[in-house]
């Protein structure tokens, strides 16, 4: 009690952000910064670490085909079938999955944002108009969805790229337009709105900032799946082709020669599986730090 008025508990402390407060709420979250620590590891192995070999994933070394691990070798995790570092292929496979990852996540995320709090905004026929568009999207099925758009822009990295952000942005925007349709509503918008200001200021100034927690929550739970869809559609021979290395096509290559040799599947399978852990952690940190209502 302050002057016979009940204090706000959830209210920042003066001089503190409520930013700052999700922050240190955050980092206060052992598993999540955990998750920050390793995944940051394993991103800086991935694009620094194939620098430190003298030759490439796609170099063959016909004297060490098949080679087992022997830490004392020039390929301390042995080659494939064709005298291939597998290290140095998975590093260089996970360069690619991680990029299609997180760039895919942030493209598709802008993507969701800016359609869902359009459509959130402007409402009424509009609204009915672009949700129905999101709707029978949402009918495909993916895989299919993605096999098309992948035979339209005429295969490869970009192709790929392109069908997995066209499939991905369809959840962000429709939670954003939820947020959006009850933003519009509030005393600051309508403020704005009567004070002249243009509706793409109002969704750029206003309702798209203060959709930015839920955003920054659901982003880190699309970037696993992206990476999931990459590694997926490469599994299925859609996706990353030989001789280009991904994680999927790695893990497809490992799971065909699982019988006779193990290790093909286990490097590569085991540094996709600690990035999803990784992320799922880190997830989970945000939402707590930054759900409102698990303040």
């Known amino acids: 009690m302050a002057d016979g008025l009940p204090l706000d508990e959830t209210a920042p402390p003066p001089g503190r952000s409520t930013l700052r407060l999700q922050l240190d709420r955050f980092a206060r979250n052992r598993l999540a910064m955990a998750g920050v620590v390793v995944l940051a590891f394993i991103v800086a192995a991935c694009f620094l670490g194939p620098f430190l070999f003298p030759f490439t994933g796609e170099d063959a070394d016909f004297d060490y085909i098949l080679a087992p691990i022997d830490l004392t070798s020039p390929h301390p995790f042995g080659t494939d079938d064709y005298g291939r570092d597998l290290l140095v292929r998975t590093l260089e496979g996970g360069r690619v999955s991680l990029a299609i990852g997180f760039l895919g996540a942030f493209v598709a995320g802008v993507i969701g944002v800016l359609y869902g709090a359009i459509a959130g905004y402007a409402g009424g026929r509009t609204d009915g108009l672009m949700m129905r568009f999101v ?11 993605v096999i098309l758009l992948s035979l339209v822009f005429g295969g490869g990295n970009l192709a790929l790229f392109a069908a997995i952000v066209f499939t991905l942005w369809l959840t962000p925007a429709v939670i954003v337009r939820a947020q959006a349709q009850s933003l519009a509503r509030r005393e600051f918008v309508e403020a704005a ?53 991904s994680w999927g096509n790695l893990i497809q290559a490992g799971t065909a020669a699982m019988d006779s040799d193990l290790r093909l599947l286990l490097l590569p399978g085991t540094m996709l599986a600690a990035v999803l852990f990784c992320l799922n952690f880190i997830a989970d940190g945000l939402r707590d730090a930054f759900d409102p209502n698990d303040r």
Do not use: D, T, W
């Open 135 to 145: 709707e029978i999207l949402y009918g495909f099925p993916y895989v299919i969805l």
């Open 193 to 245: 709105r009567a004070g002249g200001m243009r509706g793409s200021r109002i969704v750029l100034g206003h309702i798209v900032p203060n959709c930015l927690s839920v955003v920054i929550v659901y982003g880190s739970l699309l970037v696993p799946e992206v990476i999931l869809s990459e590694s997926f559609l490469s599994f299925l021979g859609i996706g990353i082709k030989e001789p280009q290395a």
